[in-house]
Each structure stands twice: as structure tokens, then as C-alpha cells.
């Protein structure tokens, strides 16, 4: 095994990493990357991310469709919120996307000395895995949080997607031990274990219990979105 993987639990952490020459996984569960995830397995052309929302605001303008999210809510005047469920409507299709929400959009932005950017989901957990192991590269899931914050969502995804690579990357990240233990334990109740913590408690304000159960979901779409020259497309 001479390929090494790395968890970031924060990316207010990812100074720690070096990212350069490494693919870089990156992991918002509620909502942001299954979104995106899930728009491109629905057609969706491309989704470009911007930590900005006045930049991702402008996009209109050249005819892209303006996803944003502040705080969990659909940020006014934006054509889409951050429901897996919107991105699967079928005028959509073969459209163009600006997305900008409060945690993921950040993480990727943070992210811009990798090698190699992919969107990693519950939802598209055995494509990553496949991709990964053909990959020669080092791997840092980095885990998106909430506004610098560890999650419990997105630290299980990490834990799930390292367990499912352990064969083939090694490890000197205690993260990596943190986080696969976590997921052994909570993987036979995670829709329970998730609906207790702090990120799923503030979205239940919102009734998206629905979207909640969605992106817990594994192994629905067999995409892996990738970012080329600023936007992210399979």
C-alpha cells in the first residue's frame, strides 16, 4: 500500500493538510453534495460553485440557474434552494448551475491546491470508492462541517468511504481511526443517530425530514462529479 488517505474534519483544519498532488473528496451530506450529486445524475449540465453569494447571484445573467443557501434556507431571489429534490426537476436538464451555500461551497473554495476535486455523497458512496482505488494518487476527505464545526453526517460518510479503502490506502491520521469507528458503531442507525445532531435538529425547522432520509441513502447514482476548469460535471 503506498497510497495514504487523510480525513479533515473542518475546513477550518485544512491548513494542516497539503493537498497538493492529492485528490481531495469533498463532503457536505446536508445538503450541498448530494445536491450536486444528485442534479448531475438527473442531467444537470454543470454546477458551479462559488464561496460568494453576489458572485454566484450574477450568474443569472449569463443564463445559469442560481442555487443558493444561507443558514439551512433558500437565500431570496435565487431560483433553487439546497433540496436534493429541486435538482431532480426535469427542466433542469442539460441546464447550467451556480450554486453557493454556507458550508460546502467554502470547503471546495478551501480546496484549491489539489490535484483533483470530486463530490462525495452518501448517495454516490461505491463510485467514489471505485474511482479512489484507480486513482495513483494520496486522498483527504475533507469534511465540509457546519461554519467551521464537526458534523456527525459528514465525519460517518468519511468514516464509511476510508472502511471501504482500507485494503488499499494506508493511514497516520488518527482521524481516519476516529471516524471509521464511528460508522462501525452507528451505520445500523444512522437515519436515528443523525436526527440528533446539531446540523439535521436545525434543518427539521425547515420540514425536510424528507430530504434527510434522501441523503442518507447509499449507493442510488453511480456518478462521480469531478471539477474542471471551475465547474463540477461527470
Avoid at 81 to 86: F, H, I, L, Q, T
Avoid at 93 to 114: L, P
Amino acid at each position: 500500500m503506498n497510497k495514504s488517505i487523510y480525513i479533515c474534519l473542518s475546513p477550518d483544519l485544512v491548513h494542516l493538510y497539503d493537498l497538493k498532488g492529492k485528490i481531495v473528496v469533498i463532503v457536505d451530506i446536508l445538503r450541498a453534495t448530494s445536491c450536486i450529486t444528485t442534479g448531475l445524475a438527473h442531467g444537470v449540465r454543470s454546477i458551479t460553485p462559488y464561496e460568494s453569494l453576489e458572485e454566484c447571484k450574477s450568474m443569472k445573467q449569463k443564463g445559469y440557474y442560481i442555487a443558493g443557501e444561507r443558514g439551512g434556507r433558500k437565500v431570496n431571489g435565487f431560483d433553487i434552494g439546497n433540496s436534493p429534490y429541486s435538482y431532480m426537476e426535469p427542466h433542469l436538464k442539460d441546464q447550467k448551475i451556480a450554486i453557493t451555500t454556507t458550508n460546502g461551497t467554502r470547503a471546495i473554495e478551501k480546496s484549491n491546491d489539489a490535484e483533483k476535486i470530486i463530490i462525495g455523497a452518501f448517495l454516490n458512496l461505491s463510485a467514489v470508492e471505485n474511482y479512489l482505488r484507480l486513482q495513483e494518487s494520496d486522498v483527504v476527505i475533507l469534511c465540509a462541517g457546519w461554519k467551521g464545526h464537526i458534523n456527525l453526517e459528514d465525519s460517518l460518510y468519511a468514516g464509511a468511504l476510508a472502511l471501504t479503502l482500507e485494503s488499499e490506502f494506508h493511514y497516520t491520521d488518527d482521524a481516519v481511526l476516529v471516524a471509521k469507528a464511528l460508522y462501525k458503531e452507528m451505520k445500523g442507525g444512522m437515519l436515528h443517530a443523525i436526527q440528533n445532531a446539531s446540523h439535521a435538529k436545525r434543518l427539521k425547522k425547515f420540514n425536510v425530514i424528507k430530504d434527510i432520509e434522501f441523503c442518507l441513502t447509499h449507493d442510488r447514482y453511480d456518478v462521480v462529479p469531478v471539477l474542471k476548469n471551475g465547474e463540477i460535471v461527470i
